[in-house]
């Protein structure tokens, strides 16, 4: 009986012991729990990748959404600024017509004025000259109706 003998039967006792105490079994349901928690572990973590995805995708949704609604607001308000400025071109180009319009009735009516004062001036100086000349020439009765005469045709062609 040598060592080697002697280190089977030990061997073989050990492993009887190991069974008979059931050791292999909970060595085994240890290991199955900590495969469980693993596996539960990793189906947690599919699980928030999952989530974790379809908020991302969300996001982006939101993203363009927002970058589209963003890009429709800066049109319209190219569009507002664009009508803006036509109206105020236009509401300008009224303003200069109505002005020159205005401007040339002033003038017209100054014109008029001024034709109607030179006239007026003109028929005074013609009544002074004819009084002069009347009043050297003609008594002074005969003046006076030539006078009246000439002042009556004066004011008719006037009118």
Not at 10 to 38: C, E, M, N, Q
Not at 76 to 82: D, G, L, S, T
Not at 130 to 146: F, H, I, M, Q, S
Request: glycine share 4%; aromatic share 6%; proline share 1%.
């Amino acid at each position: 009986m040598d060592a080697t003998f002697w280190a089977t039967v030990a061997l073989v006792i050990f492993l009887g012991v190991i069974v008979y105490f059931k050791v292999p079994g909970v060595i085994g349901k240890s290991l199955d729990a900590r495969a469980d928690k693993i596996r539960a572990e990793l189906e947690e973590a599919r699980r928030l990748r999952e989530e974790a995805q379809q908020l991302l995708a969300e996001y982006q949704r939101k993203r363009k959404e927002a970058e589209q609604e963003a890009a429709e607001i800066v049109e319209a308000a190219k569009r507002e600024a664009a009508a803006l400025a036509a109206e105020a071109k236009q509401k300008t180009e009224d303003y200069v017509t109505r002005r020159a319009a205005l401007a040339e009735q002033k003038i017209g009516q100054a014109e008029r004025e001024a034709i109607n004062e030179v006239r007026a001036s003109a028929v005074d100086i013609a009544i002074a000259a004819a009084r002069t000349l009347l009043a050297d020439k003609v008594d002074a009765k005969l003046g006076a109706e030539l006078f009246k005469s000439s002042l009556q045709d004066v004011k008719s062609k006037l009118n």
